[in-house]
């Protein structure tokens, strides 16, 4: 061992055989698939955005007076500036693209099953933050949609029984929104979600190489074939594979749809029409169909059967005798989110 090797082995006393054991995992041959693997996916983009977030936040300055301006600076100005903020917008439309489809995989595979039931409800407060994260996120640019989007997030809020109140003012800084209301939204989405965000990915991950990658059996692989492979180096090589296909797709989203600026806030014209981004599209119109209180409440009531699901899940099952419950379920629920989803994209009001 070189003078160095000893030098590092002796302050860090783990061996090789330590490191090798905790790496080589083996993984179940369907992860070789890319939508089995998708959980590796917002993880990706989450580093991309944490890069692009840092760069972005050198110069953008949080107060409702120069918000804008900071925005129109990186966007014309700066070298670069307009890549690098474009970057950030589409790997937070993918990233919330990917969890949804990595919840929906893990849905459809029953892989929420006991013993991973905890995980799935740390999976929930994942999409949660995620959200939350695209909801702030939006209105930091101080643009017309940014105001009113986050006018209408503390009106929703203002809907919940009892807590309402409280909650809008805690979320505005105040009745209103004031100028308080935009350094609250960049400390909420800098680092309370950001911080969030890494200790629930840091538990969840660390709760799936705990209990391994559900099994799945598929009818079409011959038994004489190995059933698992190994996660470093060949799982390893998929995913930064997938990493550098992403940043290509990326790059060219970024180029071609550049982020744009839409008109600076103006508290006394309200715009013929709002629309917040496209992964709140569904409960928007959920709540035009509804009105505020039954949206609200019902909204509530099915994110926490989301969270639930595992157990609703073993209830449906036990009750109604079939084993394909939440498939059908599930698809249903798929059918009403992308309907209310393309509903809202397609209607001016
Ligand atoms: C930022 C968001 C998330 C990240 C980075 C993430 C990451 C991962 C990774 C890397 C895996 C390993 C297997 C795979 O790649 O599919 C995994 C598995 C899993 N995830 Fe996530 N996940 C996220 C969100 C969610 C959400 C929203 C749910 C559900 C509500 C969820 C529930 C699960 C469960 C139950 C497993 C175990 C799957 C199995 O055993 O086959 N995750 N996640």
Redesign the pocket.
């Known amino acids: 061992m070189g003078m160095i090797a000893r030098w590092i082995a002796e302050r860090v006393p783990v061996s090789a055989e330590q490191v090798r054991e905790l790496t080589n995992e083996p993984v179940p041959n369907h992860?070789k698939r890319w939508w089995?693997?998708?959980?590796?996916?917002?993880?990706y983009l989450?580093v991309v955005q944490i890069v692009t977030g840092i760069l972005l936040a050198i110069y953008f300055q949080p107060s409702t007076a120069t918000a804008y301006e900071s925005v129109r600076f990186i966007n014309e100005e700066l070298p670069y500036g307009w890549y690098f903020r474009s970057l950030h917008k589409w790997a937070a439309t993918l990233?919330i693209a990917?969890?949804?489809l990595?919840?929906t995989?893990?849905?459809f595979?029953g892989?929420?099953r006991r013993p991973?039931e905890l995980?799935?409800?740390?999976?929930?407060a994942?999409?949660l933050?995620?959200l939350g994260l695209g909801f702030t996120g939006y209105s930091l640019v101080f643009e017309q949609l940014s105001y009113w989007g986050a006018t209408v997030g503390g009106n929703i809020m203002d809907n919940v029984p009892l807590v309402g109140g409280t909650l809008k003012h805690y979320l505005l800084a105040g009745d209103v929104y004031n100028e308080k209301t935009l350094p609250r939204f960049y400390i909420l989405h800098a680092a309370v979600l950001p911080g969030t965000?890494v200790v629930?990915?840091v538990v969840?991950?660390m709760?799936?190489r705990l209990?391994?990658?559900?099994e799945?059996q598929f009818e079409d692989e011959p038994a004489d074939k190995p059933t698992h492979f190994s996660f470093y180096p060949d799982h390893m090589a998929t995913e930064l594979l997938l990493g550098l296909v992403l940043m290509v797709i990326l790059s060219a989203l970024a180029t071609i749809y550049p982020a744009m600026m839409g008109p600076p806030a103006d508290p006394l014209s309200t715009p013929d029409v709002i629309k917040p981004e496209w992964f709140f599209y569904a409960t928007f119109r959920w709540l035009k169909l509804f009105g505020p209180t039954f949206a609200v409440l019902s909204m509530g009531f099915i994110v926490c059967a989301?969270f639930l699901w595992p157990w609703i899940d073993r209830v449906l099952r036990r009750v109604t005798g079939m084993p394909e419950a939440s498939v059908y379920f599930g698809i249903a629920a798929a059918f009403a989110l992308i309907g209310l989803t393309v509903w809202e994209a397609v209607v001016a009001h």
């Open positions: 992860m089995f693997a998708l959980g590796g996916t917002p993880a989450f990233m990917a969890v949804i990595h919840q995989r893990v849905y595979t892989a929420y991973r995980n799935w409800m740390i999976g929930m994942l999409l933050t995620s965000l629930l990915i969840h991950i709760l799936v209990h391994g990658v559900t799945l989301m």
